[in-house]
């Protein structure tokens, strides 16, 4: 990718990442995938424990409201992205892996950049009881991002009418 965060059409690049939110019943991991032509979050995930599958269910999710072929899909070294699992699932679904170097957070600077915005605009807003109160907070601001924040790179339009997710009906 070489730092090139564009893409010309509605998946043909996704970024992931995760984040950790503190509660007072320890550490919540939310992790994001962004299809990079509009800014869509396409699949998120808020869990107890950084497993592999956590990261997993984030693409579960992004697959199933996408369907894509040929997507390129970039993420960082760590240890749930590089495993077995995520690799082979990568794999199956035809998604073409593509990773950062390791430690360069610049070479996942867009999702990156969504962890901060992210954390700027929820979490660092007030202190989170428990991760169930994170999770849904989380769950209202994807909502939020996706169908209402306006967005210069989509014409000051939602993320999601820039591109839109699959219609489940």
Not at 56 to 82: F, M, N
Not at 109 to 137: C, F, P
Request: include cysteine.
């Amino acid at each position: 990718m070489n730092r090139q965060f564009v893409a010309e059409r509605p998946d043909k690049l996704w970024v992931a990442d995760f984040t950790y939110v503190s509660t007072w019943q320890g550490f919540a991991y939310v992790a994001f995938i962004i299809d990079v032509f509009a800014g869509v979050i396409v699949g998120w995930r808020v869990s107890s424990t950084m497993e592999t599958s956590f990261v997993l269910d984030a693409l579960e999710q992004a697959l199933w409201a996408r369907c894509p072929s040929g997507t390129i899909h970039h993420r960082d070294k760590g240890s749930q992205y590089v495993s077995l699992a995520y690799t082979q699932r990568l794999q199956d679904a035809e998604l073409l892996a593509s990773a950062g170097s390791t430690g360069d957070s610049y070479d996942n600077a867009m999702a990156e950049s969504i962890n901060g915005l992210y954390k700027a605009e929820v979490i660092h807003r007030q202190s989170w009881k428990t991760r169930q109160d994170a999770e849904l907070a989380t769950l209202k601001w994807v909502d939020w991002y996706n169908h209402h924040r306006l967005m210069e790179r989509t014409g000051y339009i939602p993320t999601v009418e820039g591109n839109p997710l699959r219609d489940p009906h």
